[in-house]
């Protein structure tokens, strides 16, 4: 039965992570997190203590960082500053967190000889054409954009000599753009669903031509814990589902799930060097590790996030207006 020391448990993926777990494995779980604006306790208060421990911490406390990781097994670092538009208004956090945390747990994980297992995005390879048939894959050079991605690419690059300079037992994936429960309402697919939930016209950034390639949260974590298993030491995995779609179609799939018309939406103001198109090609997951996603259906998927939101509007609707208040006031 490993122990797993989970970074960032509380906040989306991570916090679908710990549930993976719970799920499909016997593993014990200790959960390090800040509690930051994106972290929320309630999200694990219903799972079983246990099989979970949760310390509320920071991954920069080296001295605490240094006590989990030496009575862990294996460390899954999902703890980052994640939302590329707040990096925007002040990248200070995500050079903290992203950067020196990581630097942090390489440092831990390196005195302790304990094996770690790195999370991070497909942004560090930087965006593509609308009509590029390339897609990215492993060997491709890295060209981040945005504040956020720098930081990621920058944590990436961090594990990769810790790895081939020191020797740490350590893989990293990157994966695309996760939907599902538990996303904050500040991301695009659940911003749009509790807009129409709340009563409010759903937001697209410039013409919503833009395209992501969209991942089921829980296809996101069979992933990783498969690397975990079974990937080669050193490696990095691409993560993706073949799930392109633009913006505006996202939207249009959204707004007639929940009955409205499809055209009810408002044009906002652009991100800044937005990222126009990211796509996986996760071959060499699935050929080396026999992955395969299984919300092959996006507007299944969909429909069951939406539900989730409509469902649980606990979760989320005290900080709704705090989120929009922060959007309008920079005309998104
Ligand atoms: P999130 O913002 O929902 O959660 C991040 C969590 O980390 C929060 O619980 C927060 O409290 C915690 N945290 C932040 N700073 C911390 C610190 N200094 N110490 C301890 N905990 C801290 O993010 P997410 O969407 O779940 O992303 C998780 C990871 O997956 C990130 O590394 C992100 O880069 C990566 N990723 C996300 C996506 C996506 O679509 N959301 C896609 C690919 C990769
Ligand atoms: O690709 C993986 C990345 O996906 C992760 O590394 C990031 O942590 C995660 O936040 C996500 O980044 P994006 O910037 O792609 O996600 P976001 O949800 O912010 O936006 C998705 C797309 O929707 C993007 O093209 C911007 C657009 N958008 C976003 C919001 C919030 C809108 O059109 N309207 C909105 O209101």
Redesign the pocket.
């Known amino acids: 039965m490993p122990n797993v020391l989970i970074t960032g448990g509380a906040g989306f993926i991570g916090s679908n992570f710990v549930r993976h777990l719970i799920h499909h494995t016997d593993a014990s779980m200790v959960v390090l997190d800040a509690l930051t604006y994106a972290g929320n306790r309630k999200t694990l208060s219903e799972l079983p203590g246990n099989r979970m421990e949760f310390v509320e911490g920071d991954i920069c406390d080296e001295p605490l960082v240094d006590r989990l990781v030496s009575a862990t097994d294996v460390v899954v670092h999902f703890a980052?500053e994640?939302?590329?538009?707040n990096s925007l208004k002040n990248p200070w956090p995500f050079v903290q967190t992203n950067v020196i945390g990581t630097y942090t747990l390489l440092e831990a994980v390196r005195r302790h000889g304990k094996r770690l297992h790195h999370i991070?995005?497909?942004?560090v390879y930087g965006d593509l054409e609308l009509d590029d048939p390339e897609r990215f894959v492993e060997e491709r050079a890295y060209n981040p954009s945005?504040p956020?991605?720098s930081t990621?690419a920058a944590s990436d690059m961090l594990v990769r000599a810790w790895v081939r300079s020191f020797g740490v037992q350590a893989t990293l994936s990157n994966?695309?753009?996760?939907y599902g429960p538990y996303q904050h309402i500040?991301?695009?697919?659940p911003?749009?669903i509790t807009n129409v939930l709340s009563g409010l016209r759903?937001?697209?950034?410039?013409t919503?031509e833009?395209v992501?390639?969209w991942i089921h949260v829980d296809d996101h974590n069979s992933a990783v814990w498969a690397i975990i298993e079974r990937g080669r030491m050193g490696e990095t995995y691409l993560i993706g589902a073949d799930g392109e779609r633009n913006?505006k179609q996202?939207?249009e799939e959204i707004l007639t799930l929940l009955e409205r018309p499809s055209d009810e939406y408002e044009l906002?103001l652009d991100?800044p060097g937005?990222?126009l198109r990211?796509a996986i090609d996760s071959s060499k997951l699935r050929k080396e590790l026999g992955w395969e996603p299984t919300f092959a259906d996006f507007s299944a998927g969909l429909q069951d996030t939406i539900n989730w939101y409509r469902d649980h509007r606990d979760w989320w609707e005290a900080g709704k207006q705090a989120t929009e208040a922060k959007?309008a006031a920079q005309g998104?």
């Open positions: 980052a994640s939302h590329n538009d991070s995005t497909d942004e945005s956020y991605s990621k994966c695309s753009n996760n500040e991301k695009f697919i911003r749009q759903p937001k697209l950034y410039g919503g833009n992501r390639d913006n996202v939207l906002v991100r937005h990222d990211y959007y998104q």
